[in-house]
């Protein structure tokens, strides 16, 4: 794998709070490469100390077989970088914001480029419209051309789908994996797992730190048992209920149901039910479901008890 990211033993402090601790990552050219997490996570900070806007700690960060820090005006040409809040010119049109970066740029002759990035991003019919007037998915796709315009061969992408309509998001999506067909290598924080799953690789942190890497197929490996979806009624009771019942390696809850992670569901199912329904609890439907992101991370980085952290 041509490797064009990588970081090593890479910490972010902030006074007391350590927001990155002990970062390594290798992304390789191509990739849709996935930072997950919760809020307050280090996805943020990660992404900007990936760019140079922040400054590391300790440890550092190799972009395309050079250290950021001391080449760090030479490769800010070959990075592109949408953050959360993109400032896009609300009383300039489509056409006219992406000429004003492509001009902070030093794009030289960008009418060609942006003919491109309006035909890519399907956005051409709207090109004269005011930027304050296009809707949220819309201003997502016109902050996308924006930071496309000067050809960066790395793209990183701060939770760019947050607070954007499930269709909107989806039409973004598409336009990211048509975009990996070119061969620039996307990272992109989300915290929106069922993103994750179309990644190459994915990262999970918490509280700073690397929980796992890797496929999202592999990831899913890493969680030991099988998944019943539950649905019935009082799911908070029902999730005390079950957490010590027989073959019941553990349990989560999302929101009118709970998933039970089992060994064996053929064995341990009946018992659950029996155990359910005996606290008066109205079983509506069970299946055994793949097991999920989702479920992975919730199991990674739920708090251990004393006998867990003790086993080898």
């Keep these: 794998m041509d490797i064009v990211v990588r970081t090593q033993n890479l910490d972010k402090s902030f006074g007391e709070i350590r927001a990155v601790e002990n970062l390594n990552l290798e992304i390789g050219r191509g990739e849709m490469f996935c930072l997950v997490g919760p809020d307050g996570a280090g996805k943020t900070t990660a992404i900007r100390l990936l760019c140079g806007i922040l400054k590391p700690t300790s440890g550092k960060v190799e972009l395309l077989g050079y250290e950021l820090e001391k080449n760090r005006d030479m490769l800010k040409s070959r990075i592109g970088y949408l953050s959360q809040k993109f400032s896009l010119y609300g009383d300039l049109t489509v056409d006219e914001n992406i000429e004003f ?3 902070i740029h030093g794009v030289g002759d960008y009418r060609r480029r942006r003919n491109e990035l309006l035909e890519f991003t399907r956005m ?3 090109r004269r419209r005011l930027a304050e007037n296009l809707s949220g998915g819309m201003k997502q796709k016109l902050a996308l051309a924006c930071t496309l315009v ?5 793209l990183l992408l701060d939770e760019p789908t947050t607070g954007v309509d499930v269709v909107s998001r989806r039409d973004f999506w598409k336009i990211l994996s048509s975009l ?3 061969g620039i290598t996307i990272i992109m924080s989300t915290p929106y797992l069922d993103e994750a799953e179309r990644s190459s690789r994915v990262a999970l942190i918490n509280q700073g730190r690397l ?4 496929t999202p197929q592999n990831i899913k490996t890493l969680m030991t048992g099988r998944v ?4 019935c009624a009082g799911i908070r009771k029902a999730v005390r209920v079950l957490r010590d019942a027989p073959g019941v390696l553990e349990v989560q809850a999302f929101g009118d149901r709970l998933n ?6 053929g064995r341990d199912l009946p018992g659950i039910l029996a ?3 005996a606290e008066s609890l109205d079983v509506a439907q069970w299946r055994e479901i793949p097991t999920s992101l989702e479920n992975v991370f919730i199991s990674v980085t739920r708090p251990r008890t004393k006998e867990e952290t003790s086993q080898p």
């Design 101 to 103: 970066f492509a001009e």
């Design 150 to 154: 000067h050809t960066p061969d790395i």
């Design 275 to 277: 155990r359910l329904r």
């Design 180 to 182: 990996l067909r070119t």
């Design 124 to 126: 051409v019919p709207f």
């Design 228 to 231: 019943i979806e539950i649905v």
């Design 211 to 214: 929980m796992a890497a890797g």
């Design 260 to 265: 039970a992670v089992v060994e064996d569901p």
